[in-house]
């Protein structure tokens, strides 16, 4: 599996990485336009992200912006031939409103920070990402 962790924070990305790294190979961004610049990089070399974390509030693009852009290629590139990535929203961001927003942006899910690994697995599996390890 090929993650993306897309997060300002490099204490947060770290322990994203060491979370995730038992699942797959994990990329890191630290704002939404290295993160969309990322996805259309993997998908001009084929070798498109299973997961992608994102958070909202970053500098440069919001995990809003980056989200909707990362849809825009998928669906320009992919149409609706192929599933894009499972895009998980972490974020501190707990309001109804900011949940809909990302949910209206096609987000596949949402995890309020902080949160531990067992939470962040659970979240997974409700995506149906198979998770092998604990």
Do not use: W
Not at 65 to 88: C, P, S, T, V, Y
Request: glycine residues 6%.
């Amino acid at each position: 599996m090929r993650i993306l962790i897309v997060d300002d924070c490099g204490d947060f990305r770290s322990l994203l990485v060491n979370f995730l790294s038992p699942l797959g190979r994990c990329d890191i961004a630290e704002d939404g336009q290295k993160a969309v610049q990322a996805v259309q990089m993997a998908c001009d070399e084929n070798d498109l992200y299973d997961l992608i974390l994102l958070d909202i509030l970053m500098p440069k693009m919001d995990g809003h912006e980056a989200l909707n852009a990362i849809r825009k290629i998928e669906n320009d590139r992919f149409h609706e031939h192929q599933d894009g990535a499972k895009i998980l929203m972490v974020t501190a961001m707990s309001h109804v409103r900011e949940v809909m927003r990302a949910f209206r942006g096609q987000c596949d899910g949402y995890l309020v920070k902080p949160f531990d690994k067992q939470a962040l697995y659970e979240q997974l599996e409700k995506l149906d990402i198979e998770i092998s390890v604990m």
